[in-house]
């Protein structure tokens, strides 16, 4: 264990769920035995309705996805978190399924140690409730682009699911032609679309690779 703490404390440490908690706590988490640490190859599944671990899950190297009823609802990347919808709840199922797109390295956090964590660090509580909001806007968004009732609103509002992402831009989780379908659009009005976004300087694309280059012009391009 000491060797996955020394290899991940910093980057824990700048992660929205442990800012502003000191070095020391941090060090005390991640030699806790409720964290754990485990690798899957590529095409292994993570998490899944019925079976999963009742645990938040920090992805360390490796790019994995989620999937709910077969439709693709995002890439997660090194840096990022899921497992969430797995904690506090009676409910049996998890809602989705996780699959490793490459090998990837994970850390695990029992659901009784968060709980610890929550009950003993007040500045952990605020971030865990600032984490747990910042799901439901995504979740928000993605209520509103499976409702959108035009093309442009619903290729909008995916693109705003990433507004936050780094500036070098995201990586597509899907083919332009799987985004098509999963907006309900055609192709021809996908390309089209952002074609336009491009030339107003709002995106830019490097093969599935988007940068938004405008993000208050994104959100007023559908209005």
């Known amino acids: 264990m000491e060797t996955v703490e020394n290899r991940t404390v910093i980057r824990i ?4 769920l442990f800012n502003h908690i000191s070095k020391h706590d941090i060090q005390c988490i991640l030699q806790d035995p409720r964290v754990t640490f485990a690798t899957f190859r590529k095409n292994e599944v ?29 890439t997660i990347t090194a840096g990022h978190y899921f497992g969430a919808a797995a904690l506090f709840t009676d409910e049996e199922d998890y809602v989705s399924e996780v699959t490793a797109l490459n090998q990837v390295s994970l850390l695990f956090f029992e659901e009784s140690l968060l709980e610890e964590c929550i009950r003993t660090l007040p500045q952990f509580a605020i971030n865990y409730t600032r984490f ?83 993000p208050d012009a994104l959100k007023a391009y559908a209005k």
């Open 132 to 214: 747990l909001v910042s799901r439901i806007h995504f979740l928000n968004r993605k209520i509103s682009l499976l409702g959108s009732p035009s093309s442009k609103n619903s290729l909008v509002h995916f693109l705003l699911l990433w507004e936050n992402e780094s500036t070098d831009g995201f990586e597509l989780p899907m083919s332009y032609l799987q985004l098509a379908k999963n907006l309900n659009i055609s192709r021809a009005s996908l390309y089209r679309i952002m074609n336009e976004m491009e030339e107003q300087k709002i995106i830019e694309r490097n093969g599935k690779t988007i940068t938004i280059l405008d």
């Open 13 to 16: 440490s700048v992660t929205p």
């Open 46 to 74: 993570i998490y899944q309705p019925k079976e999963y671990r009742k645990s938040l899950v920090f992805l360390l190297k490796g790019k994995a996805q989620v999937k709910s009823s077969a439709y693709e609802m995002r």
